[in-house]
């Protein structure tokens, strides 16, 4: 599953990788941990061209009471063992809160990497998942729904993001999913409503291993209340070493592929948090 994200790309960075245009910018600020039940920066099909706030999580139009489906599985109730070879039925197509928003409320959720833990430890033991330099922020699938809550009569949009069985690097993490992260020339195409379904189907599926690395962090990460960018450094080593052959009289750790050649980068760039370069 995916129930814990991290963007703390600058806003002004996220418009213009996404070609679009954050509705009250000023309330778009850097999270580190994004969980369920946070406002966080979504791109409605509705509205493609904006960028604009809503709920992780979100509850049926039929439920009587709120609820945060955060995540909805691809295959649905199928693959139960999650196979990273299934390739059979997608089940969300059936599911009765999810067979409508993939039809017709798809959204893209903006991220710099994700937080997972081990099956059963969860975030007791978080990882760090990311993308390489060039590929953040990055846009995971996920669907949408409006839900109007009967005690105060507010309409509430919520999302949910998609998951595919786990690839190879976040098995080593030791969870068995993942969100399904579009390539950059499908985002267009997963907000069209003018996407044929098996073509949307067709995206649902795991991001390549091969791009991506960890690194272990704090369990602090595990409060919702913990915001502090300082929990996005190592703890330990990475799943695949980066290197970095430079001559200097002393060495840094630093987060997310960062060295010391980004970290000068970064200053050239202040409109860029440091570990994000």
Wanted: net charge neutral; glycine share 6%.
């Amino acid at each position: 599953m995916c129930g814990r994200y991290v963007l703390i790309t600058r806003v002004e960075l996220v418009e213009k990788r996404f070609n679009v245009s954050a509705k009250t910018p000023e309330l778009f600020a850097p999270d580190p941990n994004i969980g369920v039940g946070s406002m966080a920066p979504v791109i409605l099909d509705r509205e493609p061209g904006a960028l604009v706030l809503a709920r992780f999580g979100f509850s049926p139009p039929w439920a009587r009471k709120k609820m945060h489906l955060f995540n909805a599985r691809a295959e649905g109730d199928y693959n139960p063992a999650n196979d990273p070879l299934y390739r059979g039925a997608r089940g969300i197509l059936d599911k009765p809160a999810f067979r409508k928003p993939i039809r017709t409320q798809r959204c893209l959720v903006v991220a710099d990497a994700i937080i997972e833990g081990p099956t059963g430890e969860g975030l007791s033991k978080p990882w760090l998942i990311y993308l390489g330099q060039e590929e953040r922020p990055f846009a995971m699938a996920a669907i949408w729904e409006n839900w109007t809550d009967p005690a105060t009569g507010l309409d509430v949009t919520g999302f949910a993001i998609i998951t595919a069985p786990a690839n190879d690097l976040v098995r080593r993490v030791g969870h068995d999913r993942c969100p399904v992260i579009l390539e950059k020339d499908e985002e267009q195409a997963w907000l069209s409503t003018q996407t044929p379904l098996h073509d949307i189907t067709a995206m649902l599926r795991s991001p390549d291993s091969e791009r991506m690395n960890a690194y272990p962090i704090s369990p602090e990460i595990k409060k919702p209340t913990s915001h502090s960018i300082a929990l996005l450094q190592p703890t330990g080593e990475r799943l695949r070493p980066e290197y970095t052959f430079e001559i200097s009289s002393h060495l840094q750790r630093y987060g997310m592929g960062e060295t010391r050649s980004k970290e000068k980068r970064n200053k050239d760039n202040p409109d860029q948090l440091s570990l994000f370069a």
